[in-house]
T-cell receptor, first 114, second 115 residues
Framework: AQSVTQLGSHVSVSEGALVLLRCNYS??????LFWYVQYPNQGLQLLLKYTTGATLVKGINGFEAEFKKSETSFHLTKPSAHMSDAAEYFCAVSEGTNAGKSTFGDGTTLTVKP | NAGVTQTPKFRVLKTGQSMTLLCAQD?????MYWYRQDPGMGLRLIHYSVGEGTTAKGEVPDGYNVSRLKKQNFLLGLESAAPSQTSVYFC??????????????FGPGTRLTVL
């Protein structure tokens, strides 16, 4: 079985500050990991994904995430927050089989203060 | 490409009424999914399909039915709506397993209120 825990349902940062959104997963097989972003009144869109290989994954809009197997973590970071980063972020895990189903975390709402 | 589209965008129902939500994708994806999103609960899988003519139950299937008569369409039905089904519904699609660890592509959502 797979599961995802996102630590912190709300994160608030100042514009220009570091963004850190935490995600821990559980999976019985090597996982595929995803971060999605949801802007108000829109669907989810992919930020980045980890499959195999390099553990530091770069995504769109300056975001990146590092896969740490020993810590079962896949935290999302961005060096300098922008007002346009305000959104809800979802971490998801997929085991690749089982109809490609993903399990999503409960989401973290990021607020960026001017 | 339009990607994944959903119809309607908004709907208000009275308890006991029925309705069908339509999802369409133009990416020739094999897999399709229906989720509901409730505050603080992330996305929960209702039903999914791995190909035309096939459907399967997800995490929260009770009160919903689905059909996938054509590869590009995935319909979600509520036979007798209940207030507990007030939610935002998202459809998603992805390439089949032969394409590797593929991400899901989401529609814009349908906001449903059941009074």
């Amino acid at each position: 079985a797979q599961s995802v825990t996102q630590l912190g349902s709300h994160v608030s940062v100042s514009e220009g500050a570091l963004v850190l959104l935490r995600c821990n997963y559980s999976s019985s097989v090597p996982p595929y990991l995803f971060w999605y972003v949801q802007y108000p009144n829109q669907g989810l869109q992919l930020l980045l994904k980890y499959t195999t290989g390099a553990t530091l994954v770069k995504g769109i809009n300056g975001f990146e995430a590092e896969f740490k197997k020993s810590e079962t973590s896949f935290h999302l970071t961005k060096p300098s927050a922008h007002m346009s980063d305000a959104a809800e972020y979802f971490c998801a895990v997929s085991e690749g089989t089982n109809a490609g189903k993903s399990t999503f975390g409960d989401g973290t709402t990021l607020t960026v203060k001017p | 490409n339009a990607g994944v589209t959903q119809t309607p965008k908004f709907r208000v129902l009275k308890t006991g009424q029925s309705m069908t939500l339509l999802c369409a994708q133009d990416m020739n994806h094999e897999y399709m999914y229906w989720y509901r999103q409730d505050p603080g609960m992330g996305l929960r899988l209702i039903h999914y399909s791995v190909g035309e003519g096939t459907t399967a139950k997800g995490e929260v299937p009770d009160g919903y039915n689905v059909s996938r008569l054509k590869k590009q369409n995935f319909l979600l039905g509520l036979e007798s709506a209940a207030p507990s089904q007030t939610s935002v519904y998202f459809c998603a699609s992805r390439r089949g397993s032969s394409g590797g660890p593929n991400e899901q592509f989401f529609g814009p959502g349908t906001r449903l209120t059941v009074l």
